[in-house]
């Protein structure tokens, strides 16, 4: 493995600011955030409950006064309530799953674009890609950020993308052979899936030129970087983001991975007690609170991210001095996140709820034999809908995983049981059953 000289590893000299710096380009870009929200009738309304003005914050310190905004807030305003600046100066739109058949919708200015693009190009420069590189985005693309919000990124830097998409192994893997692709972009159970058909597939991976790969989108351990890396030589760094908040560029490892760097000069983080929501000590485990204090479009305050992690300071030898955070250990609600798409139960009971004869009683398993995720949904039908005609059987089987197919958007295996097959519960029913072991680590 080549060793990088790390300074090379910076996109730009607000990277290496020092905490001073950071702190007081913060504070004029909380206020200004403030000032934009002002616009937005969710946090007006808040702000007035509350007797706040912009003048109310006098240092970073004071942002534990402002509201916190979670993903129901999003989705009562659903679609552009949260929106800060004129439709017409919109130039974009992604999207990102919820509690509902509905997406929520996050707006982009063209400068918002701008920034996200060199977010990107920053975490991608930090963990070792070149200009001369060329990157294959094996992300969806579309409504999920993933896909456009790296495919920028690597544009900004100067490097070329081939835009594969996901899916179809066997022509990724052509890609990177006839592409001689340097860097691989997805997630890292994609990641895995590829070197494992590389590996049976007998490929010799000097056939290749694959040194690097980016992964994020989903919980990963460390153990599955050891198994990627064991099969193909590269280095694979983990980042981290999430749509209300701009997408992927919220934070990202550099190439000597002791944490994911947070982009604090456009975030302010703060990692909170979820039952309490009071700050936890550095190096304990918290629910990451993140508010962005540069976009234009949908500046978010307080973002309840539901993601569990643990915050690290110090300089690191990268020469970042910015705050860095652990894998993700876990969530404090119920989303599950499956092959990278994130669900919530919920909206399978939603599919199930409007099938007549399905549900209530039912079971997500989820498994990961190999690299990829596989979801099994259980569910009771009713006496009335059993048959002893296969045929009938079939159809009801194709109709529900149809259902849960148009809801969540993913193909998942519906197994029917007949009635009271599955456990009763006395407290609260355990509808999920995940075989996964995902989160192990936090490193
Ligand atoms: O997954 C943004 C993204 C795309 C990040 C590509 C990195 C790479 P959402 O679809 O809104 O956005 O999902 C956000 O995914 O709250 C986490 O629970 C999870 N997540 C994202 N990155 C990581 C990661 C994108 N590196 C949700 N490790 C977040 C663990 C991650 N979980």
């Not at 040194?211 to 990627?228: S, V």
């Not at 995940?434 to 936090?442: H, L």
């Given at each position: 493995m080549?060793?990088?000289?790390y300074k090379?590893?910076?996109w730009?000299?607000?990277?290496?600011?020092?905490?001073?710096?950071?702190?007081?380009?913060q504070?004029?870009?909380?206020?200004?955030?403030?000032?934009?929200?002002?616009?937005?009738?969710?946090?007006?309304?808040?702000?007035d409950?509350?007797e706040l003005?912009p003048?109310?914050?006098?240092?970073?310190?004071?942002?534990?006064?402002?509201p916190?905004?979670?993903?129901?807030d999003?989705?009562?305003n659903?679609?552009?309530?949260?929106?800060?600046?004129?439709r017409?100066?919109?130039?974009?739109?992604?999207?990102?799953?919820?509690?509902?058949?509905?997406?929520?919708?996050?707006a982009?200015?063209?400068a918002?674009i701008e920034?996200w693009s060199?977010?990107?190009?920053?975490?991608?420069?930090?963990?070792g890609?070149?200009?001369?590189?060329?990157?294959q985005?094996?992300?969806?693309?579309g409504?999920?950020?993933?896909?456009f919000?790296l495919?920028?990124?690597?544009?900004r830097?100067?490097?070329a993308?081939?835009?594969?998409a996901a899916?179809?192994?066997?022509?990724?893997?052509?890609?990177l052979k006839?592409?001689?692709?340097?860097?691989?972009?997805?997630t890292?159970?994609?990641?895995?899936?590829?070197?494992e058909?590389?590996?049976?597939e007998?490929?010799?991976p000097s056939?290749?030129?694959?040194?690097?790969?980016?992964?994020?989108?989903e919980?990963?351990?460390?153990?599955?970087?050891?198994?990627?890396?064991?099969?193909?030589?590269?280095?694979s760094?983990?980042n981290?983001?999430?749509?209300e908040v701009?997408?992927?560029?919220?934070?990202?490892?550099?190439?000597a991975r002791?944490?994911?760097?947070?982009?604090?000069?456009?975030f302010?983080?703060?990692?909170?007690?979820?039952?309490?929501?009071?700050?936890?000590?550095e190096g304990?485990?918290?629910e990451?609170?993140?508010s962005?204090?540069?976009k234009?479009?949908?500046?978010?305050?307080?973002?309840r991210t539901?993601?569990?992690?643990?915050?690290?300071s110090?300089?690191?030898?990268?020469g970042?001095?910015?705050?860095r955070?652990?894998?993700?250990?876990?969530?404090s609600?119920d989303?599950?996140?499956?092959?990278?798409?994130n669900?919530?139960?919920?909206?399978?009971?939603?599919?199930?709820?409007?099938?007549?004869?399905?549900a209530?009683h039912?079971?997500i398993?989820l498994?990961r034999?190999?690299?990829?995720?596989?979801?099994r949904?259980r569910?009771e039908?009713?006496?009335?809908l059993?048959?002893?005609?296969?045929?009938?059987?079939?159809?009801?089987?194709?109709?529900?995983?149809?259902?849960?197919?148009?809801?969540?958007g993913l193909?998942?295996?519906v197994?029917?049981?007949?009635?009271m097959?599955?456990?009763?519960?006395?407290?609260?029913?355990?509808?999920?059953i995940?075989?996964r072991n995902?989160v192990?680590?936090?490193?």
């Amino acid at each position: 493995m080549p060793q990088y000289p790390y300074k090379h590893l910076i996109w730009d000299e607000c990277e290496t600011l020092s905490r001073d710096e950071i702190r007081a380009i913060q504070f004029v870009r909380l206020r200004e955030t403030i000032r934009r929200c002002m616009s937005v009738p969710f946090y007006r309304k808040k702000f007035d409950e509350m007797e706040l003005r912009p003048e109310s914050i006098c240092s970073v310190d004071d942002i534990v006064k402002l509201p916190l905004t979670t993903k129901s807030d999003l989705r009562d305003n659903y679609p552009l309530g949260f929106l800060a600046a004129r439709r017409e100066d919109i130039v974009r739109y992604h999207g990102s799953t919820g509690t509902t058949g509905k997406p929520t919708i996050i707006a982009y200015t063209k400068a918002d674009i701008e920034l996200w693009s060199n977010l990107c190009a920053r975490f991608l420069i930090a963990g070792g890609l070149q200009s001369h590189h060329t990157v294959q985005v094996a992300f969806g693309y579309g409504l999920f950020t993933g896909g456009f919000g790296l495919h920028y990124g690597i544009e900004r830097i100067g490097a070329a993308v081939v835009p594969a998409a996901a899916g179809n192994t066997k022509r990724q893997i052509m890609l990177l052979k006839d592409m001689q692709s340097d860097a691989l972009v997805c997630t890292p159970s994609y990641a895995l899936t590829i070197a494992e058909a590389i590996k049976a597939e007998n490929i010799d991976p000097s056939e290749l030129s694959l040194k690097l790969a980016f992964l994020g989108g989903e919980p990963w351990t460390e153990q599955m970087r050891e198994t990627l890396e064991s099969i193909i030589d590269i280095r694979s760094t983990n980042n981290y983001g999430l749509s209300e908040v701009i997408g992927p560029g919220v934070s990202g490892e550099c190439y000597a991975r002791t944490g994911m760097h947070f982009q604090e000069d456009h975030f302010i983080i703060e990692c909170l007690d979820p039952d309490t929501l009071k700050p936890v000590p550095e190096g304990c485990q918290g629910e990451l609170v993140i508010s962005s204090i540069s976009k234009e479009a949908m500046p978010i305050l307080r973002y309840r991210t539901r993601d569990i992690a643990i915050l690290y300071s110090g300089k690191c030898e990268c020469g970042r001095e910015t705050l860095r955070m652990s894998r993700v250990i876990g969530r404090s609600d119920d989303m599950l996140i499956i092959r990278g798409v994130n669900i919530f139960p919920s909206q399978i009971e939603e599919a199930l709820l409007s099938i007549e004869g399905a549900a209530p009683h039912y079971q997500i398993i989820l498994d990961r034999p190999k690299t990829l995720d596989e979801v099994r949904v259980r569910v009771e039908i009713d006496k009335n809908l059993l048959s002893d005609k296969m045929i009938d059987m079939v159809q009801l089987k194709t109709r529900i995983e149809s259902v849960i197919h148009q809801i969540s958007g993913l193909h998942l295996q519906v197994e029917l049981l007949p009635p009271m097959t599955l456990e009763r519960y006395e407290g609260k029913a355990k509808r999920v059953i995940d075989n996964r072991n995902i989160v192990t680590n936090n490193q």
